[in-house]
């Protein structure tokens, strides 16, 4: 099994930046992927950008490319996701997500999740 646990979320201007981490621990030996995905008020749960571990093959949502930059620390078993040019659009709670074995863009597929860290952008 696995434990992901986020941090790093906040309050932000628009225009501004943030870094999420997700760390996971448990069984990390095998081979697995991790996802953040978010989820506004009313909204239902929507892919964000994804990493596989073994070879760092990252996905990303239209509407963040560009702006986003999902990266892996293997040795860490760290996830960092750098939002850049937040927009209020972009407040949701945002949630890590493992999978072993493959790579999923959706959230039905993975099967461990964080509590989430909330990301604000306001003026």
């Known amino acids: 099994q696995l434990q992901v646990v986020e941090s790093g979320g906040g309050l932000v201007q628009p225009g501004g930046s943030l870094r999420l981490s997700c760390v996971a621990s448990?069984?990390?030996?095998?081979?697995?992927?991790l996802g953040w995905f978010r989820q506004a008020p009313g909204k239902a749960r929507e892919a964000v950008s994804c990493i596989r571990m073994g070879d760092a093959s990252t996905y990303y949502g239209d509407a963040v490319k560009g702006r986003f930059t999902i990266s892996r620390d293997t040795a860490k078993n760290t996830v960092n996701l750098q939002m850049n040019r937040l927009q209020p659009k972009n407040t949701s709670v945002y949630y890590c997500?493992?999978?072993?074995?493959?790579?999923?863009?959706?959230?039905?597929?993975?099967?461990?999740w964080g509590r989430g860290t909330q990301v604000a952008v306001t003026s």
């Open positions: 997500a493992a999978v072993y074995e493959h790579v999923y863009w959706s959230a039905a597929e993975y099967d461990y």
């Open positions: 448990g069984n990390t030996r095998d081979y697995y992927a």
